[in-house]
């Protein structure tokens, strides 16, 4: 149904990405810095049933027309649980049962399964921001009350945007995950001097250990991407999932990484490892994507343990390639046990916020102040810790 707002604008809710043309919706996308908003990566993931009403991650985009001209859009998905999302609010979720406040589904605002910074509204270059965003926020307002949806969630929003819906009442939640910095290094040889000596030698240590066991991991991109190798992605990241069970969380599909092909080869960056004894079938593969200066870090496997190979894998080798590349930060995804020694500090994230309750909503602006305040004392922690030279 499409809504008369005002006379330059209106506004339509769709249920599939698909309904949009590519090159329209790209036109917003490509000039952002994350490749996880862009029209291929969002529409495989509904095509190949990774992000759909049956897995609890039902499509519900916000678009914004002028006349027959895709001006704006917003990717939302209404959910049934908080899975997938990598921004624990199950205290949110039990407060609300304990007050008597439906909390499911809620409205949430982010790339699915894809913990990485860089969410916002999509507005066309030349468009006037603030109007759209103004009348977007109200587009979704009226969408949760009406529906009594209990909260509206952007995660992982882009820093600059940040500021932008503050202004519009939203609350900002602050959250860490670990990003590696290009200090200006020209070889791996830089990266690893601004360790101190014990954790130099460690990670030499490591990456030796890989060579040793008749170990190599190359970097394979664009056309060198065939169907079938993306198919073996899937393999390595299934068996991952496995191997934790329950807390596998194995989102996405083969069809998702197989419709990467071909469209998507220009993103994509794969770290395959083989045996010198078989230089044909990779013993153990990791997933990046890359876009401008930034590589991100997704998917991992590997059919046999080898020590330290999810180091070198997912870490060293993709450091490696991000300083051949000029690339500027890597985001190797979730998770921080390990990074923080191979020199990714706690970074700082944030989620905005909006409760449609307003017994959920006064205790959110209460203490959020409070909760923010530890855990920027938590990322200070961490940061005391990294294992880097003095000075």
């Not at 959250?175 to 130099?200: C, E, K, P, T």
């Not at 390639?321 to 706690?346: L, M």
């Not at 944030?350 to 006064?362: A, E, G, N, P, V």
């Not at 102040?369 to 961490?382: H, K, R, S, T």
């Amino acid at each position: 149904m499409v809504e008369q707002l005002k006379p330059r604008y209106s506004v339509n809710w769709i249920s599939k990405i698909a309904e949009i043309p590519q090159a329209e919706w790209d036109a917003l996308a490509l000039p952002l810095k994350t490749p996880f908003l862009e029209w291929e990566w969002l529409n495989n993931m509904e095509t190949s049933g990774s992000a759909t009403a049956k897995a609890g991650w039902l499509p519900h985009h916000l678009t914004v027309w002028r006349d027959r001209s895709l001006v704006a859009a917003a990717p939302l998905y209404l959910k049934g649980h908080s899975y997938g999302e990598f921004v624990f609010d199950h205290q949110w979720a039990e407060l609300s049962e304990r007050l008597g406040v439906r909390y499911y589904p809620k409205l949430l605002g982010m790339s699915p399964f894809t913990p990485a910074e860089g969410y916002r509204f999509l507005i066309a270059p030349g468009e006037d921001e603030d109007d759209l965003t103004e009348l977007m926020v109200g587009a979704i307002d009226h969408f949760c009350i009406k529906n009594r949806i209990s909260g509206c969630n952007f995660l992982y929003a882009d820093p600059d945007w940040q500021e932008v819906m503050l202004r519009h009442g939203f609350v900002r939640w602050l959250h860490h995950s670990f990003v590696w910095a290009n200090r200006g290094f020209q070889s791996f040889d830089d990266y690893l001097a601004m360790f101190n000596a014990n954790q130099r030698r460690n990670i030499k240590r490591e990456r030796k250990a890989v060579g040793q066991a008749g170990l190599r991991v190359q970097p394979i991109t664009g056309e060198a991407i065939s169907r079938s190798l993306l198919s073996q992605v899937y393999d390595f990241y299934g068996d991952t999932c496995d191997k934790f069970g329950w807390w596998g969380s194995k989102y996405l599909t083969r069809k998702f990484f197989e419709q990467l092909y071909p469209n998507y080869l220009h993103r994509i960056v794969i770290f395959a490892v083989y045996h010198e004894a078989d230089d044909h079938h990779p013993v153990g593969m990791s997933f990046c994507l890359t876009k401008a200066d930034q590589l991100y870090g997704r998917y991992w496997g590997a059919f046999r343990d080898f020590d330290n190979l999810h180091f070198d894998t997912c870490y060293y080798s993709p450091i490696a390639w991000a300083i051949d590349h000029n690339i500027q930060t890597f985001d190797p995804g979730a998770g921080g046990r390990h990074k923080k020694r191979r020199g990714f500090p706690a970074t700082p994230n944030h989620s905005l916020h909006r409760f449609y309750d307003d017994r959920l909503s006064q205790i959110l602006h209460t203490y959020i102040d409070q909760v923010n305040a530890m855990e920027q004392q938590e990322i200070e922690l961490i940061n005391q810790d990294l294992p880097f030279k003095q000075g």
